[in-house]
């Protein structure tokens, strides 16, 4: 049974930073693309990074270049979202998700497998 597993969340003034991670168990992810998705109440999921298989490829959407950076380790079967200068409007619940294929890719749609999601909250 395939399983991700994030881990990280929590609250966090503004300016702050926290790191997400994601352990996935059941089968090996090495081949594939993963990401970090977000979903603020009353808000449709969004992309926030995504990286392709090897680690070489990588997205952000626009609102957290230059603060945000994704990352994995294949030997772990994990990938690590580090968020730094956090403000208030990157509070929601984030989902770590793996895809079958390697290429990058950054549609909700596009995404096979879900984590639960860990709660992210920025005071202002």
């Known amino acids: 049974q395939v399983q991700l597993v994030e881990s990280g969340g929590g609250l966090v003034q503004a300016g702050g930073s926290l790191r997400l991670s994601c352990a996935a168990s059941?089968?090996?992810?090495?081949?594939?693309?993963m990401g970090w998705f977000r979903q603020a109440p009353g808000k449709e999921r969004e992309v926030v990074a995504v990286?392709?298989?090897?680690?070489?490829?990588?997205y952000y959407t626009d609102s957290v270049k230059g603060r945000f950076t994704i990352s994995r380790d294949n030997a772990r079967n994990t990938v690590y979202l580090q968020m730094n200068s956090l403000k208030p409007e990157d509070t929601a619940v984030y989902y770590c998700?793996?895809?079958?294929?390697?290429?990058?890719?950054?549609?909700?749609?596009?995404?096979?497998?879900w984590g639960q999601g860990t709660q992210v909250t920025v005071s202002s």
């Open positions: 998700a793996a895809r079958d294929g390697g290429d990058l890719q950054y549609r909700v749609t596009s995404y096979d497998y």
């Open positions: 059941g089968r090996t992810f090495s081949s594939s693309a």
């Open positions: 990286i392709n298989w090897y680690g070489g490829g990588r």
